[in-house]
């Protein structure tokens, strides 16, 4: 079983998150059955972006990196205080850990300003929020080469720039823990164009 972990901070973006869940959730009933998707954070109960309360099943000093296969990381809104959780050293320090271990850690827009923050991605390439280019600047402070690319990979590192690529991100995630037909398969199951390349 390939075990992912959603890190979530207060204010992450619930739209962002889903994908991830949703995309691991039905690989795990009609794909391959190869797929779970555990969720983490600072405290048991996560304020999301506009205040849906959701309660965690695990927190982040309870995470054992080696039991799991991926770490996906949602973006969030300044407004419902995203960067508190996802700038603190604790939130960062799991990041680096799967890094550590090269597990594949894939983000959804502003979720990489954390995963810039934890100092892994200095001279990769990466990308995040481009309106305004602010959240470009800052990640080009944490010394990442910034792509003007909806999704980049860089080695072990999946980011994007907006909540429209959440999606894709999720099945790129499920492409790199399964297969490419498999992906597939869910993709046209969950009534998705399928990829050509």
Request: one cysteine or more; a negative charge; proline letters at 3%.
């Amino acid at each position: 079983m390939k075990k992912v972990l959603l890190l979530l901070a207060n204010g992450f973006e619930t739209y962002e998150a889903s994908a991830f869940i949703d995309v691991i959730g039905w690989n795990l009933i009609d794909g391959d059955g190869s797929t779970r998707l555990f969720t983490c954070g600072m405290q048991k109960e996560i304020k999301t972006t506009f205040n849906q309360k959701v309660v965690v099943d695990y927190l982040i000093e309870e995470i054992d990196v080696g039991s799991f296969d991926a770490l996906a990381v949602p973006g969030g809104f300044e407004e419902y205080n995203y960067y508190e959780d996802a700038y603190s050293e604790q939130f960062v320090s799991l990041i680096r850990k799967f890094n550590e271990q090269n597990k594949t850690i894939a983000s959804v827009c502003v979720g990489a300003l954390p995963i810039g923050k934890s100092g892994i991605l200095k001279n990769r390439g990466a990308t995040t929020y481009k309106v305004g280019k602010v959240r470009q600047q800052t990640l080009k402070s944490y010394g990442a080469n910034v792509i003007n690319e909806p999704i980049v990979t860089d080695l072990n590192v999946i980011t994007s720039w907006n909540p429209s690529t959440a999606i894709d991100v999720a099945f790129l995630l499920l492409e790199l823990l399964t297969s490419k037909n498999n992906t597939q398969h869910i993709r046209e199951i969950m009534g998705f164009k399928p990829k050509n390349n």
